[in-house]
């Protein structure tokens, strides 16, 4: 009996430690298993195509470098920049009398047209009252002429009566535009040569998205470096004009001519004799029966006067 219970007891022993070595075999298999599919996943995405989070962060990761070496070298660059090479805008105001308002409009769009600019818009207004005309017109000239230009149509007029200059440095933005579109375009290659790569639909429309987003953030940055190339090529004039004849003596050039007025003051006189003559011809033809009238008591009141006269004179 005591053979009998110690065999048993050495096969239950047995069973259980057979039982807790397969669970751990078991279970080993399964992790190692899950371990397996997750690494072949991973190997699988990474071979193919990764998502469009992990590709745009791969390709900021490996554009960081070389866009902190575009920063670094945009630094050294601003710190080497010289005054030749500063982008500014620079506008201009001014404010003139002149003789002849057309005559001035046509030789500041001449000058303009000569030095490759050109007109950007231009408005008049006539006073009826006292015979004048003001206006405005803005320009854009090259900047390498347009001081010349200011100084040609100050020059041309009779009163500068205001002028200012200013101008708007813009060589910092445009410098870091061209590094922010240096960068957009190593994300674009980047994006262009994982899409030939790509074999899945749903990649493919990722990448196109992520793709598409970076290639409007490049057109955007383009644009405004288009904008400031040509505010900074053109220099934009705004002239304000008022038409004022000059006077001498406190006389305009009309009133010292004096043949013109001679000539005017004859008219005048010769006009006031015939309305003098029309007047008394009127008068006579349109009262004529009254003045008939008039007439006739008038001799019958002269010849009872000199009757009575002379009754008085024989008695």
């Known amino acids: 009996m005591k053979n009998g219970l110690i065999i048993l007891i050495v ?30 996943s991973v190997e699988i995405e990474s071979g193919e195509i990764e998502s469009s989070n992990s590709i745009s962060g791969e390709a900021d990761r490996n554009t960081e470098p070389e866009v902190s070496d575009s920063q ?6 601003q710190e080497e920049i010289v005054e030749s090479d500063r982008k500014i805008i620079y506008t201009a105001d001014l404010q003139i009398e002149v003789k002849n308002y057309q005559q001035t409009l046509n030789t500041i769009q001449s000058q303009v ?21 003001t206006g405005q017109v803005t320009v854009r000239i090259p900047q390498d002429q347009f001081r010349e230009f200011i100084q040609i149509v100050e020059d041309g007029s009779s009163k500068v009566l205001e002028s200012s200059i200013s101008g708007q440095d813009v060589t910092e933005e445009f410098i870091d535009l061209e590094s922010r579109l240096k960068s957009r375009g190593v994300v674009e290659e980047r994006l262009l040569s994982f899409m030939e790569q790509a074999e899945k639909t749903e990649d493919l429309l990722t990448i196109s998205a992520d793709l598409a987003e970076v290639q409007g953030e490049i057109e955007e940055i383009k644009g405004r470096m288009n904008y400031l190339q040509n505010r900074t090529d ?17 006389m ?26 029309s007047g008394i011809f009127v008068f006579i033809i349109g009262n004529m029966p009254v003045l008939i009238l008039l007439g006739v008591i008038v001799v019958i009141g002269f010849f009872v006067y000199r009757r009575i006269k002379k009754n008085n004179q024989n008695g």
Request: charged share 20%; net charge negative.
């Open 11 to 40: 096969l239950w022993i047995g069973m259980l430690l057979a039982a807790c070595s397969n669970d751990a075999e078991n279970s080993n298999v399964s992790s190692d298993r899950a371990n397996y599919d997750s690494e072949e």
């Open 72 to 77: 670094e070298e945009s630094g050294s660059s």
């Open 113 to 133: 047209a000569n030095r490759g600019g050109y007109v950007v818009d231009s408005n008049m207004q006539g006073y009826a009252e006292n015979d004048s005309t």
């Open 234 to 250: 053109l220099a934009t004039v705004t002239i304000y004009m008022e038409e004022k004849n000059v006077t001498i003596s406190g």
């Open 252 to 277: 305009s050039e009309g009133e010292l001519n004096t043949w013109e007025k001679t000539k005017q003051q004859f008219l005048n006189s010769i006009n006031f004799l015939l309305a003098v003559f």
